[in-house]
């Protein structure tokens, strides 16, 4: 069934004249990767050092793990110019990793030796790198440091300035533009987690993890081999029950509100702000090391787990939300997507077009309030989605009504078509239409997915999760090494990693306060009280 709000502000659009200005939103990717040696262990060596300083790196950076690299694009205009970039930020990764070391080719790591094998990052001894390192350690303490290896893939989205005047037009709104904006931000952001299921159904990638990463602990696994487990129908166990979640929610009572910007910076200021009984027991500092950066339900708020954020660029020691609060919201990350294990970079153009198309959708349609009983109907649909997704006859619950999964997203993607249509003639291409059409084939057969595609290679090559990932992680090696980069692209990284390691010294010696001062003086941005509006 269309959705006829879409249909009618995309005619406003194209009857406006102005659509091409949709030509230059910007996009980027954030791409995380583990470091294994050779025989498919967690790297226990450091960061290499001819990346750069991870700290200071605009493009090259560590997540929770030493052993845990991401690589960042700027936002661009295009996905050629995205996808170029990735590319030859790994190559020159791996002109510089030693000992033969490996980028895994999946999200879910393998021959992971028990949480000690799990190195924290470490950023120096500035006082803000300090805070990332015990952030992570207080993660670890929380959570569990097995949680924080699994890779994941980010998409960052923004439409360009010109369109947001124009589209406050054809609206008819007359609200202060950067509210606006904000306003319709959210609204695309609740329309994502409405069809937060259908990410890991197309693009998930990890339906089976080496015994090893489930430490013998009970789950809802079945065995694929002696060193495999796995759900014969999942799709993206990384999204599902045995990923790294905040699960303690219900008993807290704390969840983030997306009804607009000032409830959803004030959600997450509470969490910040109230004290958990049980991080207390966890200690702050305790026996002369910081082992958290405090004991309320979230430290910071990157720690609350969203499948999609509205993000706003921060100064040196300006926290997230309150940027958001003073600025709005500036670019959307959608967080779900699983490492593409059949792609060299993590992520193919065909997801890229898919995923901007999917984004604008999103945002044309009406986007009322999630309420009590949609939230949990979204929760559970998403962990269906990861754990039972190409189930034959699966049904989901949308409005409180079930529908059957392959009904709901071919009617998502019927809405999806004209704005492919839009993007194929602004762009000159078909690749939008094309890019929709491949994901209404995996609706129509879910061996299709990657997912399904995975665990067939499996079980024709006689092989578990571990050697198929090792497989593709040297092919993908192979890749990278057999395609250098350029010498004045490698310049251009080399002088990157030079500055990134003397802007962290300078860090370093520009401090004139402790760590115990710094925290003191980053927390009191905090309001003493949310200012619900």
Same mark, same amino acid.
């Given at each position: 069934?269309?959705?006829?709000? @879409?249909?009618?502000?995309?005619?406003?659009?194209?009857?406006?004249?102005?659509?091409?200005?949709?030509?230059?939103?910007?996009?980027?990717?954030?791409?995380?990767?583990?470091?294994? +040696?050779?025989?498919?262990?967690?790297?226990?060596?450091?960061?290499?050092?001819?990346?750069?300083?991870?700290?200071?790196?605009?493009?090259?950076?560590?997540?929770?793990?030493?052993?845990?690299?991401?690589?960042?694009?700027?936002?661009?205009?295009?996905?050629?110019?995205?996808?170029?970039?990735?590319?030859?930020?790994?190559?020159?990764?791996?002109?510089?990793?030693?000992?033969?070391?490996? !980028?895994?080719?999946? +999200?879910?790591?393998?021959?992971?030796?028990?949480?000690?094998?799990?190195?924290?990052?470490?950023?120096?001894?500035?006082?803000?790198?300090?805070?990332?390192?015990?952030?992570?350690?207080?993660?670890?303490?929380?959570?569990?440091? !097995?949680?924080?290896?699994?890779?994941?893939?980010?998409?960052?989205?923004?439409?360009?300035?010109?369109? /947001?005047?124009?589209?406050?037009?054809?609206?008819?709104?007359?609200?202060?533009?950067?509210?606006?904006?904000?306003?319709?931000?959210?609204?695309?952001?609740?329309?994502?987690?409405?069809?937060?299921?259908? @990410? *890991?159904?197309?693009?998930?990638?990890?339906?089976?993890?080496?015994?090893?990463?489930?430490?013998?602990?009970?789950?809802?696994?079945?065995?694929?081999?002696?060193?495999?487990?796995?759900? *014969?129908?999942?799709?993206?166990?990384?999204? $599902?029950?045995?990923?790294?979640?905040?699960?303690?929610?219900?008993?807290?009572?704390?969840?983030?509100?997306?009804?607009?910007?000032?409830?959803?910076?004030?959600?997450?200021?509470?969490?910040?702000?109230?004290?958990? *009984?049980?991080?207390?027991?966890?200690?702050?500092?305790?026996?002369?090391? /910081?082992?958290?950066?405090?004991?309320?339900?979230?430290?910071?708020?990157?720690?609350?787990?969203?499948?999609?954020?509205?993000?706003?660029?921060?100064?040196?020691?300006?926290?997230? +939300?309150?940027?958001?609060?003073?600025?709005?919201?500036?670019?959307?990350?959608?967080?779900?997507?699983? @490492?593409?294990?059949? %792609?060299?970079?993590?992520?193919?153009? $065909?997801?890229?077009?898919?995923?901007?198309?999917?984004?604008?959708?999103?945002?044309?349609? %009406?986007?009322?309030?999630?309420? %009590?009983?949609?939230?949990?109907?979204?929760?559970?649909?998403?962990?269906?989605?990861?754990?039972?997704?190409?189930?034959?006859?699966?049904?989901?619950?949308?409005? $409180?009504?079930?529908?059957?999964?392959?009904?709901?997203?071919?009617?998502?993607?019927?809405?999806?078509?004209?704005?492919?249509?839009?993007?194929?003639?602004?762009?000159?291409?078909?690749?939008?239409?094309?890019?929709?059409?491949?994901?209404? %084939?995996?609706?129509?057969?879910?061996?299709?997915?990657? +997912?399904?595609?995975?665990?067939?290679?499996?079980?024709?090559?006689?092989?578990?999760?571990?050697?198929?990932?090792?497989?593709?992680?040297?092919?993908?090696?192979?890749?990278?090494?057999?395609?250098?980069?350029?010498?004045?692209?490698?310049?251009?990284?080399?002088?990157?990693?030079?500055?990134?390691?003397?802007?962290?010294?300078?860090?370093?010696?520009?401090?004139?306060?402790?760590?115990?001062?710094?925290?003191?003086?980053?927390?009191?941005?905090?309001?003493?009280?949310?200012?619900?509006?």
């Amino acid at each position: 069934m269309l959705d006829h709000s @879409v249909e009618q502000r995309l005619a406003r659009l194209v009857d406006s004249g102005q659509a091409e200005c949709l030509r230059e939103a910007r996009m980027g990717v954030e791409k995380e990767s583990l470091r294994v +040696s050779p025989d498919g262990k967690l790297a226990q060596t450091p960061h290499p050092a001819g990346l750069g300083s991870p700290l200071t790196h605009p493009q090259i950076t560590t997540d929770y793990s030493e052993a845990l690299a991401e690589f960042i694009t700027p936002p661009l205009v295009g996905v050629e110019a995205v996808l170029d970039d990735l590319r030859d930020v790994q190559r020159f990764v791996y002109g510089a990793l030693e000992h033969d070391e490996l !980028l895994w080719a999946t +999200s879910m790591p393998c021959v992971v030796a028990g949480e000690a094998s799990i190195p924290i990052a470490q950023y120096g001894d500035s006082n803000l790198g300090q805070m990332k390192t015990v952030y992570r350690r207080g993660l670890g303490h929380r959570y569990g440091r !097995l949680m924080q290896v699994i890779a994941g893939v980010h998409f960052n989205y923004s439409l360009p300035e010109a369109f /947001w005047p124009l589209f406050r037009e054809l609206e008819g709104d007359r609200e202060p533009l950067q509210d606006f904006i904000s306003a319709r931000y959210f609204g695309m952001i609740r329309n994502l987690q409405r069809l937060g299921w259908m @990410v *890991p159904y197309l693009f998930g990638a990890s339906p089976a993890v080496c015994k090893s990463f489930l430490s013998g602990q009970p789950t809802q696994l079945v065995e694929f081999d002696r060193y495999t487990a796995y759900q *014969p129908h999942a799709t993206s166990l990384r999204m $599902g029950d045995i990923g790294y979640q905040n699960n303690q929610e219900a008993e807290i009572g704390i969840k983030a509100d997306y009804s607009s910007l000032d409830a959803y910076v004030d959600s997450l200021i509470c969490a910040i702000s109230t004290p958990s *009984p049980r991080y207390e027991r966890l200690g702050v500092f305790v026996n002369g090391r /910081w082992e958290q950066l405090n004991a309320n339900i979230l430290q910071i708020e990157n720690e609350y787990y969203s499948t999609v954020r509205p993000k706003q660029l921060v100064g040196p020691t300006e926290m997230p +939300s309150l940027a958001l609060r003073r600025r709005g919201v500036r670019y959307i990350e959608l967080r779900s997507l699983d @490492v593409n294990a059949y %792609d060299p970079l993590g992520i193919c153009e $065909g997801q890229l077009r898919f995923l901007e198309a999917l984004l604008i959708t999103c945002l044309l349609a %009406d986007s009322p309030p999630i309420t %009590d009983d949609e939230r949990t109907d979204i929760d559970n649909n998403e962990l269906i989605a990861a754990h039972r997704g190409r189930q034959p006859g699966l049904e989901l619950r949308r409005r $409180g009504e079930a529908i059957g999964l392959r009904a709901w997203g071919e009617a998502m993607l019927d809405n999806m078509q004209g704005v492919c249509e839009l993007l194929d003639t602004l762009h000159t291409t078909d690749a939008y239409v094309r890019a929709l059409a491949t994901q209404r %084939d995996k609706l129509a057969d879910p061996e299709l997915t990657p +997912s399904a595609r995975m665990l067939a290679e499996m079980r024709a090559n006689g092989e578990g999760f571990f050697h198929f990932a090792m497989r593709m992680s040297q092919q993908h090696r192979e890749y990278f090494l057999q395609q250098p980069l350029e010498s004045a692209r490698a310049a251009e990284f080399q002088r990157m990693a030079e500055t990134s390691q003397r802007l962290q010294a300078d860090l370093e010696a520009a401090d004139d306060k402790s760590f115990a001062r710094y925290l003191r003086d980053y927390f009191a941005q905090l309001p003493a009280q949310p200012t619900r509006q």
